[in-house]
T-cell receptor, first 112, second 111 residues
Framework: DAGVTQSPTHLIKTRGQHVTLRCSPI?????VSWYQQVLGQGPQFIFQ???????GRGNFPDRFSARQFPNYSSELNVNALLLGDSALYLC???????????FGDGTRLSIL | SQQGEEDPQALSIQEGENATMNCSYKTSINNLQWYRQNSGRGLVHLIL?????REKHSGRLRVTLDTSKKSSSLLITASRAADTASYFCATEGGSNYKLTFGKGTLLTVNP
């Protein structure tokens, strides 16, 4: 079975632009979560979606938004990019709570 | 904010030795999970221990959980150079699937 896939793998943007990151969960997993990992830190929770509804939101500004589609894939959108948004963005899927989350390889976003 | 705190921040050992990493957390949890990350890539799930469990094994891995002390430890026995990576503990609590990660332990296994 395919694991969690994320696209693109690398992305370079300039300040003020917007970006869309994509994630396909493992087949059968209805929950998708997004995390931001800044160099040298652990991942920070951004969003969680389950059955296309937002279940949780981390401490991120409104420039960050996400959605989940009927096939359970998900997009993370970030508007008005700042230098501090440079990070590895990770997507994870899980069938339900109290189960391991499976991570994709991430999208490396660099803001110039 | 980070809930877990791993200790030590960095650990360097020789191949064949055992490596022990500790994790402390602050709030009540449903489970605690350990992940490995190689060179800033995706995280690989290692082991999950639920709040009503005290010890769990998987291959060369042994995890303990002490909910009274809000702490966990990960033991890797007979380490190999391929075990070189960053190791994170993450807690899941409440009614959602959110994971709260620590800052990680960088393990270097020298051949």
């Amino acid at each position: 079975d395919a694991g969690v896939t994320q696209s693109p793998t690398h992305l370079i943007k300039t300040r003020g632009q917007h970006v869309t990151l994509r994630c396909s969960p493992i087949s059968g997993h209805k929950s998708v979560s997004w995390y931001q990992q800044v160099l040298g830190q652990g991942p920070q929770f951004i969003f969680q979606y389950y059955e296309k509804e937002e279940r949780g939101r981390g401490n991120f500004p409104d420039r960050f938004s996400a959605r989940q589609f009927p096939n359970y894939s998900s997009e993370l959108n970030v508007n008005a990019l700042l230098l501090g948004d440079s990070a590895l963005y990770l997507c994870a899927s899980s069938p339900h709570s109290n189960q391991p989350q499976h991570f994709g390889d991430g999208t490396r976003l660099s803001i110039l | 904010s980070q809930q877990g705190e791993e200790d030590p921040q960095a650990l360097s050992i020789q191949e064949g030795e055992n490596a022990t990493m500790n994790c402390s957390y602050k709030t009540s949890i449903n489970n605690l999970q350990w992940y490995r990350q190689n060179s800033g890539r995706g995280l690989v799930h290692l082991i999950l221990i639920r709040s009503n469990e005290r010890e769990k094994h998987s291959g060369r891995l042994r995890v303990t959980l002490d909910t009274s002390k809000k702490s966990s430890s990960l033991l890797i026995t007979a380490s190999r150079a391929a075990d070189t990576a960053s190791y994170f503990c993450a807690t899941e609590g409440g009614s959602n699937y959110k994971l709260t990660f620590g800052k990680g332990t960088l393990l270097t296994v020298n051949p």
